[in-house]
């Protein structure tokens, strides 16, 4: 038996391959007629219900005589294909006599000129969300259910989040969030028929009770303070006052910070120590030789339990990189100072040391962005992001553990109580 390459552009091919080698080997024998059998139940299933609720519409049976038919009669029927989560099952709808006389029959299963369940757009949309392309779901979808869309078809049925990603940017903010961190990375986008790169700006608050959520994104055309103060300025019209803001973090981008003390001015900035690190690593002169000492015994600074010995651990580093090292032991003292204003929190410190809670949020966005190389327009990009965020949100509330509702005290634990004293 040749080697099976289970990479993901022969996914589809290998499967094929594998099934029918196990089959050969008799060990799925019997799968391939219970999926039929599966798939015909279902289409049964569909068919008796839009049967019933024709029946149900003109008031009559087959060949029953009732007052109630109302001049309604069959016309013969005419077929259609429905896809399903179930796979495609070809129906036979009945036709109404004289149908432009009455109201149309409308179905609950479908609506009139529907090929697809809604499900199953749902579920097209969901694919490529969690990462395969317009392309890669068809071949998917052909080799799991039978029946597929075509890329085109694909990337409109992700217009149906538009009215989703209008709410999530216009519905008000609760002014309940203690942190903020803002940040940004590029992407791909085709305008005017070349290709460029734009810088999308998120916005992460955590609240009271540490929880973090996504409060905004914008497309932008660089990390400048006007786009930053814009985006911070429509935080503050819908709700986020910063009643209980203590803290925004940010790499070292000057526009955000400019942008952060104009909106928020009472709040403290913190300067990402990760960005920083990054940045010290960049100017490191004898990379291969000394890039690796110095970011370990670096990393120990921030791993420092007070700001007192987080202070004595960079004297010490500066001391012992300053001659080796002058170009990024210089630039390090510049921007240190202000990636410590995390000590003075120090019971939610892991939180907002850095920007790393909202850099995780956005490597799965640009990973799952990745997917699609460019994109041909502003809306679509958007939809894109949207409907990740949305779908990562969805996983960290399922993945919260379910608060336990507090039993109700009854008449009889009033009186075992009483009993016991």
């Not at 129906?91 to 109404?96: A, E, F, I, K």
């Not at 019209?237 to 104009?262: E, F, N, P, W």
């Not at 502003?378 to 965020?389: E, S």
């Not at 949100?393 to 109580?417: C, M, V």
């Amino acid at each position: 038996m040749r080697s099976v390459n289970f990479s993901t552009d022969n996914l589809s091919s290998q499967d094929r391959y594998l099934k029918r080698n196990l089959r050969d080997l008799g060990m799925i024998e019997g799968m391939e007629p219970f999926r039929q059998k599966a798939h015909a139940v279902i289409q049964n299933l569909i068919q008796s219900t839009v049967q019933d609720e024709f029946d149900w519409r003109i008031g009559a049976k087959f060949y029953e005589r009732a007052q109630r038919r109302m001049g309604r009669h069959r016309k013969g029927r005419y077929t259609r294909s429905l896809t399903t989560s179930f796979g495609r099952s070809e129906l036979s709808v009945p036709r109404l006599k004289n149908a432009s006389r009455y109201p149309g029959i409308s179905y609950s299963l479908f609506d009139k000129y529907q090929r697809r369940h809604k499900e199953f757009d749902r579920m097209i949309v969901l694919s490529m969300i969690l990462g395969l392309s317009t392309r890669k779901q068809k071949r998917f979808f052909r080799e799991f259910i039978g029946d597929s869309v075509s890329p085109s078809t694909a990337s409109r049925l992700l217009g149906t989040l538009w009215k989703g990603l209008c709410e999530f940017r216009t519905k008000p903010i609760e002014d309940k969030y203690k942190y903020v961190l803002i940040d940004g990375f590029w992407v791909k986008l085709k305008i005017n028929g070349q290709v460029k790169k734009k810088v999308i700006l998120f916005v992460m608050g955590i609240d009271i009770h540490n929880q973090k959520e996504v409060l905004a994104f914008r497309l932008a055309q660089s990390e400048s303070e006007e786009e930053a103060t814009s985006l911070l300025n429509d935080l503050y019209r819908r709700g986020l006052k910063g009643k209980h803001l203590r803290l925004v973090g940010s790499d070292h981008a000057r526009g955000i910070r400019t942008a952060i003390q104009m909106v928020y001015p009472y709040a403290q900035w913190q300067l990402c120590h990760v960005h920083v690190l990054r940045n010290v690593a960049s100017h490191i002169r004898h990379k291969n030789k000394h890039r690796a000492l110095m970011m370990e015994d670096a990393s120990k600074i921030y791993k420092s339990q007070t700001k007192k010995e987080a202070i004595w651990h960079f004297q010490a580093f500066c001391f012992k990189w300053q001659v080796l090292e002058p170009s990024a032991i210089r630039l390090f003292k510049q921007s240190f100072p202000d990636t410590l204003k995390f000590y003075d929190f120090s019971e939610d410190r892991d939180l907002i040391s850095s920007t790393n809670s909202l850099e995780r949020e956005q490597e799965e966005v640009r990973r799952r962005l990745k997917t699609q190389g460019y994109y041909q327009s502003i809306r679509a990009l958007n939809l894109w992001v949207f409907g990740i965020i949305q779908e990562l949100y969805r996983q960290r509330q399922e993945q919260q553990p379910k608060k336990a509702k507090p039993r109700k005290i009854l008449f009889t634990d009033i009186l075992e109580s009483v009993q016991r004293s």
